[in-house]
């Protein structure tokens, strides 16, 4: 029993009533209010808390899940970040360029050529029931020991692997095959002519203003007009009286994460270790390029 520095006679009544009332409480429907803050006494309407009082507030704490305990464990602690499912495993690749290619036909394509350093070596399998859900993590690009943390040390030689820059997840429908320290080989995964999903990191272009950012049409030029390149209304004045969010207006351009989907790959050589991909891809040279089959609904990736 917690006795506070107020008179016993006066905690003695107290006691009384609060067991009174708190045999009415009624349980509380939302999940996200805990049961225990609203049932705790405040210490200027009671002086004493007794035994059974604690014993009930922490049993009807214990009913309540934790994820619905307060706003620190409640929706921001449930929300889960799902990736989206790959038609087939992929593999990283660093941006060299761009050139003209002559097919035996004599037909002139342009094409990224995409270059492969060391990696593309599996780091970890994940499953539905140790994870949750089926995936290979993949690493790309050794670099030195000193350039990674302690904790990405031990992660890479659990795997048996060695030290890498990037660390990606592509998410299967099933993992049979893949063992950690297993290395990927381009040929075998991809065959020229092949449709693939090359995603990267988009070049910045900076501060944009609508023009350039979204492709909107200029104003008059002539005739006394005084917009020319101006963004023009956002809104009603009264009615709403404020700017819609997702509004598109001036702003930061690029520098974004960008995915060109069924690009053709026409040529790959063994030897130099590069592919061969028809168009353009994101990014700039050097950049780090994720290359997967191309996903088609229906034929290999589900519809649903």
Wanted: net charge positive.
């Amino acid at each position: 029993m917690a006795v506070s520095c107020c008179p016993l006679s006066a905690s003695a009544s107290a006691s009384a009533s609060a067991s009174a009332s708190l045999s009415a409480v009624a349980p509380i429907q939302n999940p996200h209010i805990s049961v225990s803050l609203l049932a705790r006494p405040t210490l200027s309407r009671l002086s004493v808390v007794s035994s059974s009082f604690l014993g009930f507030s922490l049993s009807l704490r214990a009913t309540i899940p934790k994820e619905g305990r307060g706003w620190s464990g409640g929706e921001r602690a449930s929300r889960v970040t799902r990736m989206s499912m790959e038609a087939g495993i992929g593999v990283m690749g660093t941006k060299l360029g761009m050139m003209s290619f002559f097919q035996p036909d004599g037909t002139v394509v342009p094409v990224t050529v995409v270059g492969f350093r060391e990696g593309n070596i599996v780091t970890q399998v994940k499953t539905d029931a140790t994870d949750g859900y089926d995936a290979v993590q993949i690493g790309y690009r050794r670099v030195r020991d000193r350039k990674l943390t302690r904790p990405e040390l031990g992660h890479l030689q659990k795997a048996g692997a060695i030290p890498m820059r990037h660390l990606q997840e592509f998410r299967l429908q099933c993992v049979d095959g893949f063992e950690p320290g297993q290395r990927l080989v381009v040929e075998d995964l991809f065959k020229e002519g092949d449709l693939v999903d090359v995603s990267g990191k988009s070049i910045g272009k900076g501060f944009q203003g609508g023009i350039k950012r979204h492709n909107f049409h200029r104003g008059p030029m002539t005739h006394g007009s005084k917009s020319h390149r101006a963004l023009g209304s956002i809104g009603a004045g009264t009615t709403p009286g404020r700017v819609y969010k997702g509004k598109k207006m001036p702003g930061r351009m690029g520098n974004a994460k960008t995915k060109i989907r069924k690009l053709k790959i026409v040529k790959i050589d063994s030897e130099l270790r590069v592919v061969m991909i028809k168009g353009a891809v994101p990014g700039k040279p050097g950049n780090l390029l994720r290359i997967t089959p191309a996903k088609i609904v229906g034929k290999n990736i589900p519809k649903n």
